[in-house]
């Protein structure tokens, strides 16, 4: 099978030298021998970590699709739109497969994009945009295609997995954790994109089709970040035998599916808390098989390109399946649950001034919008009056609305000297 | 896909009841519909937990081959040989797929019916005999195509790792809760096939062909089960911050491929040490993918009938690979790595007599095979001399023929009262 590569960042220079030091083995197991044949990059006279070839070079990625030796292009270009879109639509219009690792342009895109294939026969694959090496794709689509899936819980995104984890066994902030992790190279200059939790609600939404055959719908996943995770909140949760976790979560419940991504408590004695740094982790409950996890680097060179060269590999061996689980035309709208209605249960982290009447006032807002409290502690009392010392509440189950309205009360109230932290706690 | 299963146990009934429950969203997802239209058991009139069908009963298995409506014979009887492989021949010389969840059958005779598919061009899926619904083959033989697999770490017996977290969290002894675990359906009233380790045996023998592409070897697989493994080995294993769990490995090593089953201390924090009561786990480690890990359930009625229904969808949509990964012809023959050649840490557990120079006996024994000592631990002194006492030893990384030869020692020494205990020591 033959094959053009548009993008030759790290991934794309992964899965040329993977294709490359396992030809032999790819060849035996697939049943063909599967070849680069052209490639596109900005930059051709970069140093890349990879072999050379005698592959045709192309300034423009668009001009893959019109190579006719070309029969599946693999985009590692990024980018809901512009030439990355242009290269799949053109791709997929000729007839080609096409391989793809940008969660981005599915999530926008991909209902479109599914139909735009099947239209034109044309395979599109796309493992390495969820979750990195972890075969959560095939999984889902495949591995658990008897299930009704009831819900999907994933830590999708490795960078503010690797920041919270630090936050955990340092002690310190966000924002110093953050400063190391760009040094480092684990997260980008603009690190917006994955703090803030898009990346994340990128994958989810993805996932959230391919579990419960749905159009692919971003604009429903109500997205927070980890930037107000703050150090005291890590301690809280330990002292109440949790782990704080960027989850994402989609989940059918009788008023729709839920789509969210945003910091959870989590029971430290759960499967989930224990997937720490850079690693992914995707937990799903099925109807017939009960819940399952996967775990697995969910970034990086080798990792993705392992999941590239997965597709690959389908696709020369002709193994085909629809790419979100069922026909485009059969994928139904999704019916999206509000977030003002979803049901859990809350942290509540409060800076109050130290003096009498301040837990009346509090408990007595929360009365008023029917939200019962679990436990309440106290931390910090120092000697004399009137200091600020921290409040933490644990709510029973509450309803994300009433929770908002009782919150945004008790932030007015006197006595809080800082916005109120809320952290929802997810039992799984 | 007109189907015909053998066997109607809880995981046949299941596996009616799932296509029959999901059956309109699996042909919208497959492409076309999956109904059973033969079955055969021992009793026709006993009572299952599954809808009634308008199918043929053959009281002989090996009919459903000849039925010339069936295209895939589901095989749920089980058993190496007999009826069960009888039926799986005659089904795929007539042409007919087999979907089988008989570990015991590929174990023994895996590479021999894998070409016995190829050669009449009929497909060979077994989903369902290695961990339950965990997608583990198709993630080895599909997802994770692309890597060279350097070990497999599983825990692949239901049975025995509810028995070893049920010791560990009552700290009751083994025949205790074998005898609860017996009462409560979760052990065979002849437990041997599960806690001797053979069942777990033959999965890895399995999965070691999946991921290393090499012929299944059963015999070349050292096994040992947890009847030996006593509530005090646990409560030290504590102490010393590790869990017990029964491990499958199969590891690529300079001497061969290693393939062992038997009682691990594994260290407390890493994630295999977490999976507990009836769930499996299978760790794998890709040159490309780096770690990744599977959990799930590993037995039971619908879970396994999850495997089984994504085999069959595989075959309805047409999705084919060779059975282990590789055509049977490419196959090799697997070259073991003798277990006497195993290299690793040892925990060493002996009850000896409280008196001056035991620890000296000991030491110089230890010390003239070779084996470094990493820490060594006295508990149980009473008042009074010459009470029995528990001594723990932990060695540096040693030759298993050495510590073997060592052990053979120490027992005769007239100070150790009871035959050694030994657990080796997986890092992980």
Redesign the interface.
């Known amino acids: 099978m033959k094959v053009g590569i548009a993008g030759l960042g790290v991934v794309g220079a ?1 899965v040329v030298r ?1 294709l490359d030091e ?1 030809a032999d ?2 060849a ?4 063909r021998p599967v070849k680069v044949v052209a490639v596109s990059a900005r930059d051709k006279r970069k140093k890349r970590d990879m072999p050379k070839g005698g592959w045709r070079w192309y300034a423009k990625a668009e001009e893959l699709a019109a190579d006719p030796e070309v029969e599946v292009v693999v985009e590692l270009i990024g980018g809901a739109d512009g030439t990355a879109r242009n290269l799949v639509e053109a791709a997929l219009k000729a007839g080609k497969g096409v391989v793809t690792a940008n969660k981005a342009m599915l999530a926008m895109h991909g209902a479109k994009l599914a139909a735009l294939a099947e239209k034109n026969n044309a395979p599109l694959a796309f ?1 390495a945009a969820v979750a990195g ?3 959560i794709v ?2 889902l689509r ?7 899936i009831d819900s999907i819980t994933g830590i999708l995104n490795g960078t503010c997995n690797y920041i919270l984890t630090e936050m955990r066994t340092t002690g310190r902030d966000f924002g110093e954790v953050l400063a190391e992790a760009q040094a480092l190279g684990y997260a980008e200059a603009d690190p917006s994109f994955d703090v803030d939790g898009i990346d994340a609600a990128h994958k989810l939404a993805v996932l959230t089709s391919l579990a419960f ?1 749905t159009a692919v719908d971003f604009r429903a996943v109500h997205v927070e970040g980890i930037r107000h995770v703050s150090a005291l909140d890590i301690s809280f949760a330990r002292e109440f035998g949790y782990r704080i976790k960027l989850l994402a979560i989609a989940r059918r419940t009788a008023k729709g599916i839920e789509q969210r991504v945003h910091p959870c408590m989590v029971p430290a ?1 759960t ?1 989930i808390a ?2 720490d740094g850079v690693f992914n982790a995707v937990a799903a409950a ?12 969910g970034a ?1 060179s ?2 993705t ?3 590239v ?2 597709d690959l ?2 696709l020369a ?6 790419a979100f ?3 485009a035309v ?1 994928l139904h709208p999704l019916k999206a649950a509000a977030m003002a209605d979803h049901v859990g249960r809350f942290y509540i982290r409060l800076i109050v001034r130290d003096q009498p009447g301040v837990l009346a006032d509090v408990s007595a807002v929360l009365r008023d919008h029917k939200i019962s409290i679990e436990s309440l502690v106290q931390r910090g009392r120092a000697e004399g009056d009137k200091q600020p010392v921290a409040v933490v509440l644990i709510s029973h189950e509450a309803r994300e609305a009433d929770m908002a309205r009782a919150l945004k009360r008790i932030a007015m109230l006197r006595s809080v000297l800082q916005p109120p932290a809320l952290i929802r706690i997810e039992q799984l």
């Open positions: 992964g993977l396992h083995v790819l035996a197991r697939i049943g493992e090496g972890i075969p095939k999984a495949e591995g658990l295609i008897g299930n009704r055959n004695d499967p224990h997937v099925g109807d017939y098989v009960g819940p399952v996890l996967f775990e697995g680097r990086g080798n990792p390109a392992s999941a060269v997965a590999a389908d061996a002709g193994r085909h399946a629809p689980g069922v026909p059969k």
